[in-house]
């Protein structure tokens, strides 16, 4: 879609449980109602610099300003992982902290936050919805 993609260099790794700061966009697309923050499991270091032409932007964090975004009924993505249960980051922090990836700052304030509760299921269903046109 022509946007720039790379490493976050001056920002580091974003994971484990994160809030994400929607738009209005992102609060209609998610049916929020009244609430701002979507919570999801995150595991990413690579991000995108600036939203592509044409799409609506979804959210941000601190760490990274283009959460996601939506074209209706063409694409909808997620810098987040939905399908990712807290067994699995559990599995891929401890791995990446024993492979030196993750300091061992890094990696407890990301297990203290691992078991946060997140809206992960409700992403994966607004995302079926979003694939059926629903």
Not at 54 to 62: A, E, H, K, M, N
Not at 67 to 81: D, E, I, S, W, Y
Not at 82 to 88: D, R
Request: hydrophobic content about 35%.
């Amino acid at each position: 879609m022509g946007a720039k993609v790379g490493r976050n260099t001056s920002k580091g790794w974003e994971v484990s449980v994160t809030d994400i700061d929607l738009t209005t966009e992102g609060k209609e697309i998610f049916h929020m109602e009244g609430k701002t923050i979507l919570s999801i499991l995150q595991m990413h270091q690579d991000i995108v610099f600036d939203y592509p032409d044409g799409v609506q932007p979804l959210g941000s964090t601190d760490r990274c300003l283009v959460q996601g975004f939506c074209v209706p009924g063409k694409v909808m993505t997620l810098q987040g992982h939905p399908e990712f249960t807290e067994e699995v980051l559990v599995e891929l922090l401890r791995v990446r902290h024993e492979q030196g990836i993750f300091g061992d700052e890094e990696y407890q304030e990301a297990m203290a936050r691992v078991g946060k509760n997140h809206d992960g299921l409700l992403v994966g269903k607004r995302f079926i919805e979003f694939l059926l046109d629903r």
